[in-house]
């Protein structure tokens, strides 16, 4: 496609390091749907707001596709909430490549900072705007546990102004197509489901044995969890769970995110005390963020990975530990409900629930067999969304927006 993109990632940069605390699926996303891009043709500029001033401002990483850091605000990691407040720099960042590089076809915008950005564009450009939210803040509002975990009506108020006047929206699943209807007023015509993708090249079966000796394990049993190490995302309830498997050869909880040994976040701190207390001792290592070509052997050595979140816009995490062949437990939440088929690729459990997840765990460990076929049949639906199947998808969205604004474009000129 003879395309040119402007691809937004305001708050976070897909070259960023994953497991961090403002890094997860979305990096992943929108590194991996601008390789694909790349790949077919497709001029792809990712802009994102610069955290580090010493780092390149365009870094070229895939054929046809760059990494443009622009200065809004200071040049430091930041709150999302005060990141809003330098979004007209961001915008005027972006503008000012575009004066200096050539115009795009369209601006797709990645989560909630981003669309108000692409929306300021628009109004510039006159290019459509495709918007990914990847989260939305009513519903983790829902689930919060304290004040503090709560999303500020500012980003509410702006998710419902970018709903109401994208021109495209993309859903993950139909769930949160649903969500976007019920909680916001969307019009689901206006609404592509798009599931995300996985590099099944990267992320493939492995030999369990050599994986485990590859990350000096020992025999006993690997449980997984990779992510984020934030309250949403449900560590609490994974640890109370290990503390009811824990035996003298009970199994081993991997924790893949976070701070290696630097436990600075709050979060990570607590998770921490509450291990010591639950006296879990070695059978828990927080083992910080990885590089995303060492994540498959994690997966290929554990007997389960487990997604415990108390809200999933859709999981990515699933979706790679089933490319590996490792089977997944999962909270029944959100897009996990149909990442996951449960009882077929994997197992869903109520989220919050120690006890039912403890039980599930156990289960599963018991079942070699089980736990194969399981395994065997994640492969397959991992096949099923491989990231050249998630492009073609964004493309045909691409081809309808340009078509529409060609065709506005002649009219107002025909006027």
Sequence with gaps: MNLRVAMLSVHTCPLAALGGKETGGMNVYVRELSR?????GVEVDVFTRSQNPSIPRV????????VIHLAAGPEAPMARERIAEH??????????????RGDYDLVHAHYWLSGAAALALRDRWGTPVLQMFH??????????????EREPRARIAEEERIIATADRIVAANAVERSH?????????????????GVDTELFAPRERVASRRA????????????????????????????????????????????????PTDGHEAALRARADRLGLGDAVRFLGAQPQDVLPLYYAAADVTILPSYYESFGMVALEAMACASPVIASRVGGLTTTVQDGVTGFLVPEGDGRALAERIAALLADPDLAWRVGREGVRWAARHRWPCVAEAVCREYATLEARAGAHLAAARCR
């Design 36 to 40: 694909e891009l790349g790949r077919m």
């Design 59 to 66: 870094v070229p990483f895939a054929p046809h596709v760059r």
């Design 87 to 100: 979004l007209d720099e961001f915008v005027e960042g972006v503008d000012a490549w575009r004066v200096a």
């Design 135 to 148: 989260t939305l803040g009513r519903l983790k509002n829902r689930v919060a546990h304290v004040p503090a």
């Design 180 to 196: 976007l209807g019920r909680d916001y007023g969307a019009d689901p015509r206006r609404i592509a489901v798009i599931p995300c």
């Design 215 to 262: 990350l000096d394990l020992d025999g006993r049993s690997v449980l997984l969890y990779v992510g984020r190490i934030a309250p949403i995302k449900g560590l609490d309830t994974l640890l109370d769970a290990v503390a009811r498997l824990r035996a003298a050869d009970g199994p081993r909880l991997l924790v893949v995110g976070g701070e290696a040994d630097e």
